[in-house]
């Protein structure tokens, strides 16, 4: 496998599921490993490209800090001016990089440096025009340098607001394919400058004029305002400069801009018309009929992003623009594209959209929902009648747009209209009469929606549907839970349930009426599924149910079966039947129902449900009937405790028997401060130290021999409250901490198990036992369950648990009385063969730093002292060894050099190596320079 | 995130959590189970061109709005950038990067798909890994700013611009150098719906479009192709240019479908000037209302005992040339046990039975007989015991015969384009080549003794 197949398994690893990517290393390493492999002078272009990829798709997730940020674009800056001129695709990938990583990690916001830097190349870049230099060749580096830029301006508003006039030559002077690019630039900073402009309370001719004939500096200072630009249309008032303004100069860039228009493709071209409409917009002087040369042309266009523009062009001018004449032409076309037979689906889904959307000049609402042109009669929209032959969607937007369009109408014409509508109702209904496939069936019941949301009120036509969708259901019973959606939403999105009722009243008839024979086992099922349903409408009577139920148990071998299944779903109507408020009418019939199910059903868990249920039918009230049964909410705290919803399906099991979930923090990990002297791994062994001139090393590398030596951190803390929980959860027994690793570094964690924790006690200690993969930092997800004095149970999640790069340190692990000499040995050949990269994981590195106020040696004190391997006396060089589990190790040697300390750095993993730098990086932190050198 | 413009990748998400989420949105998962509620829910709307996947469930965060193109088994998908406030959502029309996202998806699919609309497996895998790099060209930091060039189309001898004082289009990526060549192609297809009965109306309408292909040198060069109709000809509706259309006259565009009351008088001549792109491209499309139908027929199936007895007679129109490159009526028979004797006379051309013994087709060749008029007639016995197809429109008597046919170098309503109407402005004489066609596209005759599915224009 090459190195080209490699990456790009990893990078196809990584795009998938960045998250999963990452839990077997670390964004910093796999950042490092991106970074080094462009740096490799021997890698083709198109792997650098992948590698760039990464970051054009994932900035944020490699680059977590603006720091990082800053320096990851340094980075690329470098390859960048490294990567040869011929290598044209890979230099204007990573500028893309470069310019994605500065805008999202913040850099540009920010006002860093390289953003800085950045920006002033990429105009030298534009402006570089002399392409014949080094031929055409060279032209897509400019185009994305002001793709670039434009980004960047549209990312920090105003930022190329006193550039304009150097932009607008540069427009001017581009004839090859590039002047687009330009175009875009130039007038997307001339929105921006006059956007910002209007924010400004007396704006003079002369400011108004230096905005064309800016020549200056980035404005850098523009972002501060915290300008979020939104299109005018999104804006409850569009911003205006005052009337009176010089706007010559202004009206002719306009014109040319847009006579140039045409020769832009048809996406950028309608983001360019979009731009001049909102300067048109917010320049008084201007007037919208500079657009009026365009318009014929727009309204013939079969581009879907221009007719888009011109509708945003209606919206934002409506009559001072397009004349009522031109209003009704722009509607007839967009009816006429929305049924184009030459169109593709999106693109007329599209367009109906926009129809009830359309930007009327005299709107008689304006709330944004979806309403219909007044314009739009039935005759208009005849030609978007549904028919059985549309696609799914196209019908039912279709549909849509046709009941609005007849519940408008006159009299005489909407009811043609809307028996045209109900005819199609009724064809679709009975294709799924004759079988028709599941994605037609949830298609009609889409349609049956709609048209019962528009015309539930016309009650012949509901009472029809209804009677349609009973013949149906007897034949086809599979389309139970079809038929309980329909009635739930209907009943849901209409204050009126009565329809919802009527059917459900009309399906339980069905079901009645059904010959015995058609009770089959499977079918039953789906009844029982509806006649459950029927049981929670207060307003049906439920005696003929509960005969039904009763008969079928009696004439059928259904007990003797005693499927549990059917069982259940037989006491889930029952259920329902408790909670009945007219269950005083039919009170002897349910018990003697119970009765029959917990004496003859053949399922012991049946059979006692059953008699729970009669239990509590014969001795409560109604009342005290229905609070128990009422299913609890979170936060009743009197209902979860209700031992009674002990029913079957998914209705959840009895409340006590529930964990309940608290949102909050209960408990929470306290790290134990603690001595690095004490750190040991904790299984090491005495060694014999009798032999003497033993080679050491193998002495010390033979204890991993046997299974599991020094494969543990072992890490200390308080299990506490967290702060300000409930009293309820003062005194809290029986924790069990449940540990998820987030990444795949580390075995998984054992559950631990703590007696109790009360509020005024000291708090129990925990040892956490991590069994380290990769010595990684890592992150601990704890969730406890736990239980309160009530006798509830409860889970609640704990604040993460974060593991340092420092904690999972520990000393040599070597006995105790081990001499100095003998580790030093070991330090020193361990430090040999890293330095003879061997084994072929080791590197060797430098860190540098000067002392601040602290001294070195308080420094060591404070950090190294359970670590060092030298005689504590030495003041010239100090040893330090950190041992990582299962086999790391890191080598320090701290030197006291003329003008700086120096810590020479040697592991055997070098993938440690930027862990390293970062630990030591912290803990010098208040002393001044830092030098890195690998 | 600054700027998601539209954020698009190879697959943007992750496979584990919103991929599954968009199959259940388009319907796509656990396809043996009947109902599913957060797939086949009546409440969610399916009608708009941008679905919502909600991400933790009901009243969870949702990505909104994921603009979707399938294709086969090809499912494109872009998430506009919305910009403007969460809530209340925005209307789909008041966003600008929805257009723009629905202009780069066709782009995309006619970049992977190409003209036929189905590549080869390995023709795709090799367009797909083609992706990224065409993505970063006209999509950079998710912005788009053109549409990929569709697959297949590479402009022969181009030389790149001059860079001489006139502008260079962006949607034009050099010159042609050598022979000039116009090559104008008019298609029309022709859509029908007949029922042999009085009580429902026939419907019938036609569709055209140019394509054209122009070879000729220059920066911006001037081309014009003119349509003509016959005197009496009805005018063409819903026209739709290209872009590259440099102007166009009012009148042109006035003539609607939609409008019953359009009593405009323009009948043409239908003059397009353009600049021509170096790739084929659509110059421009149109719909059109013609008195009758290319053929008329009339479908009769009666059952018989254990038998279909079926007649059906077409008559070509007297307007249509009598020359067809094919000619085919496929006349089906559903929820019927596979086709036993088939006892049927065809009065020209000739008759077969499909391997599947559920279809019958009257292969009626390149002529009909100088009558203008061919008849089957005959009778079908299912005697097998194998169930043949099923379909839930066609039941009992429900039935159509559907009619496959295309005429070279004719078009229906002498909708005209030849040599004399295409005009090149260039120094060197240009080789002028038109052609034309009439083809069928769902064009079905329903069996007059059943019920047909409506679908009429009222």
Not at chain 2, 95 to 109: K, R
Not at chain 2, 186 to 194: A, D, F, N
Request: overall charge negative; aromatic content about 8%.
């Amino acid at each position: 496998m090459t190195i080209t197949d490699l990456w790009d398994q990893k990078i196809s690893a990584f795009q998938l599921s960045p998250s999963q990517f990452l839990a077997t290393t670390t964004s910093e390493s796999f950042l490092a490993e991106l970074l080094h492999e462009l740096r490799n002078d021997k890698a083709n272009d198109h792997l650098k490209i992948l590698l760039v990829s990464v970051l054009l798709d994932h900035p944020t997730i490699l680059c977590p800090s603006s720091s990082v940020g800053e320096e990851t674009a340094l980075e690329l800056l470098s390859v960048f001016s490294h990567t040869p001129q011929k290598s044209i695709i890979l230099k204007c990938n990573v500028m893309l990089a470069i310019t994605n990583v500065i805008i999202c990690t913040s850099c540009l916001a920010n006002h860093t440096k390289m953003a800085e830097d950045w920006l002033d190349l990429l105009f030298q870049m534009i402006q570089d025009t002399n392409d014949y230099r080094c031929g055409l060749s060279q032209q897509p580096i400019r185009a994305t340098a002001c793709d670039c830029l434009r980004e960047m301006e549209t990312c920090s508003p105003g930022l190329l607001s006193q550039k304009l006039e150097a932009l607008y030559l540069l427009k001017q002077q581009e004839t090859t394919v590039l002047h687009q690019s330009y175009c875009m630039l130039y007038t997307l900073g001339l929105k921006n400058a006059i956007r910002i402009l209007t924010t400004q309370k007396d704006v003079t001719d002369l400011e108004f004029k230096s905005i064309l004939g800016g020549n200056e500096g980035f404005a850098w200072k523009s972002n501060q305002l915290g300008l979020t630009l939104l299109p005018i249309n999104m804006m409850v008032q569009v911003p205006r400069l005052p009337p009176g303004l010089d706007c010559k100069e202004l009206k002719s860039i306009m014109s040319s801009l847009l006579e140039e228009s045409y020769l832009q493709t048809p996406i950028s071209q309608s983001a360019l018309l979009r731009e001049l409409v909102e300067v048109v917009a917010m320049v008084p002087g201007l007037s919208p009929t500079l657009f009026k040369s365009q318009l014929l042309r727009l309204f013939g266009t079969a581009d879907v992003s221009l007719m888009h523009a011109t509708l945003f062009m209606k919206d934002t001018f409506t009559d001072s623009l397009f004349t009522a004449e031109d209003e009704n032409f722009l509607l007839k076309r967009l009816v006429g594209t929305a049924q184009h037979p030459l169109l593709r689906i999106p693109e007329k889904l599209f367009y109906m959209e926009c129809i009830l959307h359309f930007p009327e000049n005299r709107p008689i609402s304006s709330s944004g929902e979806e309403s219909l042109p007044v314009l739009v009669t039935p005759r208009l929209a005849a030609s978007l009648h549904p028919t059985v032959f549309n696609d799914s969607a196209t019908m039912l937007c279709r549909l849509n747009l046709l009941c609005l369009v007849h519940l408008e109408a006159d009299e005489g014409e909407a009811d043609k209209g809307i028996r045209y509508l109900f005819e199609h109702i009724m064809a679709l209904l009975k294709i799924i009469d004759n079988d028709g496939s599941r994605e037609v069936v949830v298609t009609s019941f889409r349609a049956l929606f709609i048209f019962l949301m528009h015309f539930n009120g016309m009650e012949n036509l509901s009472e029809k549907v209804i009677d349609k969708l009973c013949d149906m259901y007897s034949r086809h019973s599979r389309l139970a839970p079809n038929l309980i959606g329909l009635a739930n939403r209907i009943q849901e999105h209409l204050d009126d349930p009565v329809w919802s009722v009527k059917l459900l009243i009309g399906l339980q008839k069905c079901i009645m009426e059904m010959p015995p024979l058609q009770l089959t086992i499977h079918n039953l099922s789906w009844h029982l599924k509806v006649l459950k349903r029927v049981a929670q409408e207060g307003q049906i009577t439920q005696r003929n149910t509960i005969y039904l139920l009763l008969n079928i148990l009696i004439n059928s071998n259904l007990c003797e079966r005693g499927n549990w299944q059917v069982g259940n779903a037989v006491l889930a109507v029952c259920r329902n039947l408790l909670e009945h408020p007219s269950i005083d009418q039919v009170f002897i019939e349910l018990a003697d129902l119970l009765q029959y199910i917990s004496v003859h059903y053949d399922d012991t868990d049946i059979k006692d449900h059953a008699r729970f249920y009669y239990t509590l039918l014969t001795n409560l009230s109604w009342e005290k009937l229905a609070g128990v049964l009422v299913k609890g909410l979170d936060g009743g705290r009197a209902k979860e405790r209700s031992h009674s919803a002990i029913m079957a399906e998914n209705e959840g099991i009895a409340s006590n028997l529930t964990v309940h979930k608290t949102n909050r923090h209960v408990l929470q990990l306290i790290k134990v401060q603690e001595e690095a002297s004490q750190r040991s791994s904790g299984s090491s062994e005495l060694l014999e130290t009798t032999g003497e001139a033993k080679n050491w090393l193998e002495v010390y590398q033979g204890q991993f021999h046997t299974p599991g030596f020094g494969s543990d951190v072992n890490l200390r803390y308080n299990l506490t409250h967290a702060k300000d929980t409930d009293p309820l959860f003062d005194k809290v027994f029986t924790i069990c901490l449940h540990f998820e690793l987030k990444d795949s570094n580390y075995a998984k964690v054992n559950d631990i198990h703590v007696p109790c924790v009360f509020r005024d006690r000291k708090p129990p200690e925990v040892k956490v036992k991590l069994k380290p993969f990769q010595p990684y930092p890592t992150t601990l997800c704890v969730s406890a369950v736990f239980t309160t004095q009530d006798g509830r149970s409860w889970h609640s999640q704990l604040p993460d648990v974060s593991v340092s790069f420092p904690e999972i340190f520990l000393p040599l692990p070597l006995p105790p009385n081990t001499s100095c000499e003998c580790k030093e040995q070991v330090f020193d050949r361990i430090w040999e063969a890293a330095a003879s990269e061997n084994p072929d994981k080791s590197a060797i590195s430098l860190f540098c730093f000067k002392t601040g106020d602290e001294s070195l040696a308080d420094l060591i004190k404070a950090h190294f002292q359970g670590y060092l391997i030298t005689d504590q006396q030495s003041k010239i060089l100090w040893k330090v060894l950190f041992f990582l589990p299962p086999m790391c190790h890191v080598l320090l040697k701290i030197t006291q050099a003329e003008d700086a300390i120096q810590v020479s750095i040697a592991t055997d993993n070098w993938e440690l190596l930027p862990f390293v730098n970062s630990y030591l990086q912290n803990i010098t932190d208040h002393c001044s320079t830092t030098v890195t050198d690998d | 995130m600054p700027n998601p413009w539209l954020e698009l990748s190879t697959w943007p998400f992750q496979r584990t959590a919103s991929y599954k989420l968009l199959l259940t949105e388009l319907g796509l998962v656990d396809a043996d189970k009947p109902y599913v509620e957060v797939r086949d829910d009546c409440a969610r709307q399916h009608r708009s061109p941008a679905v919502e996947l909600r991400l933790d469930g009901p009243g969870g965060r949702t990505l909104w709005p994921l603009l979707t193109f399938t294709q086969g088994a090809l499912i494109l998908a872009c998430l506009p950038l919305v910009e403007a406030p969460p809530e209340p959502r925005p209307p789909l029309p008041s966003l600008a990067s929805v257009s723009q996202g629905l202009a780069l998806l066709s782009g995309l699919q006619d970049f992977l798909c190409g003209p036929g609309g189905k590549p080869e497996p390995d023709v795709l895998a090799s367009r797909l890994a083609a992706l990224p790099s065409v993505l970063l060209q006209v999509c950079p930091l998710g912005r788009p700013l053109d549409t990929p060039p569709p697959a297949g189309s590479v402009p022969a001898a181009v030389a790149p611009s001059p860079g001489g004082a006139q502008k260079q289009p962006a949607w034009k990526a050099g010159v042609h150098r050598g022979r000039v060549v116009v090559s104008v192609a008019l298609t029309e297809k022709v859509r029908s719906m007949q029922y042999g009965k009085s009580s429902q109306q026939d419907i019938w309408d036609v569709y055209g479009m140019v394509m054209c292909k122009c070879e000729v040198e220059g920066v911006l060069p001037n081309v014009s192709v003119t349509l003509t109709l016959p005197p009496n000809g009805s005018p063409l509706q819903d026209i739709l240019v290209h872009p590259c259309v440099t102007s166009l006259d009012a009148s042109i565009l006035t003539a609607c479908s939609v409008d019953e009351n359009d009593c405009s008088a323009f009948s043409g001549p239908y003059k397009f000037p353009f600049s021509p792109p170096l790739e084929l491209f659509r110059l421009c499309s149109y719909t059109s209302q013609v008195p009758m139908p290319p053929i008329l027929g009339s479908y009769q199936l009666k059952a018989e005992e254990n038998h279909l007895k079926a007649n059906v007679v077409l008559k070509l129109h007297e307007s249509v040339k009598n020359s067809f490159e094919y000619y085919e009526a496929h006349i089906p028979f559903f929820n019927q046990n596979l086709m036993g004797s088939v006892e049927v006379k065809v009065s020209s051309g000739q008759l077969e039975v499909s391997k599947e013994k559920s279809l019958l087709v009257w292969v009626l060749g390149q002529k009909f007989p100088k009558s203008r008029e061919a008849a089957l007639e005959g009778t079908v016995h299912f005697s097998g015991t194998v169930a043949g197809p099923t379909d839930p429109l066609c039941t009992g008597l429900t039935a159509y015969i559907k009619l496959y046919f295309r005429v070279a170098d004719a078009v229906f309503r002498y909708c005209r384009v030849d040599q004399h109407s295409v005009q090149v402005y260039s120094s060197a004489k240009p080789r002028i080549v038109t052609t034309r066609e009439l083809v069928s596209s769902e064009y079905y005759i329903w069996n007059s003794t059943g019920d047909a599915p409506v679908s009429l224009k009222i």
